[in-house]
Structure formats: C-alpha cells, structure tokens
C-alpha cells in the first residue's frame, strides 16, 4: 500500500491533500482547508473513497481550545452509491488531558 501527504500554509489557511491506494483495490482520497476565526478552529474535509462502489465524505468541524480541554462541533455528511446509505450525522466532542 502506499500513503502520500502534502500540507502548506498560506495567509492563515492550512491546507492538506493526502491519497491512500491498497493493495485490495481500495483508493482513499482526501483534501482539506483550516484556519482560525475569532478564537475557534474551523474546517473542512472533502474525501472520496473507490472501492467496489465509489462514496464521498465532507465534514466540516469547529473547535474551541481552552488549556487542557477542547471541545467540539462536527458535521459529517456521507454520499454513498445507494441513497439509503447516505448519512448526515452531527458530533459532540471533548478532549481533557492531564
């Protein structure tokens, strides 16, 4: 299998590529854009999975940062190749370290 990243920052905004290809058939891709907006990390991820049917991803995320704990809001929205497979699914989430 083979896995390849790119990121670069400019004016702000970072922003990644990345492919993943297996040996089963499977090839990943992935691309995205983050920066900071009053206080709060923002971003947004688009991937595409080809496999034996082709499904795409968009999340986008939000994000507060308070010393040793964060939290978070995430939207997660699946395209699959058969619509009753598609999902639209929003994430609460923490982090708290020691």
Do not use: C, H
Not at 33 to 61: C, H, K, N, P, W
């Amino acid at each position: 299998p083979n896995f390849v990243t790119v990121g670069y920052s400019i004016a702000g905004l970072n922003l990644g590529y990345a492919i993943y290809d297996s040996d089963a058939g499977s090839e990943e891709t992935t691309m995205g854009v983050g920066t900071s907006v009053a206080g709060l990390d923002v971003g947004v991820q688009f991937a595409e999975r080809d496999y034996t049917t082709d499904t795409d991803y968009m999340r986008i995320s939000v994000n507060k940062g308070m010393g040793a704990a964060s939290f978070g809001v995430d939207y997660l929205e699946t395209d699959a190749a058969t619509p009753a497979d598609d999902a639209d699914k929003w994430v609460f989430n923490y982090v708290v370290g020691f």
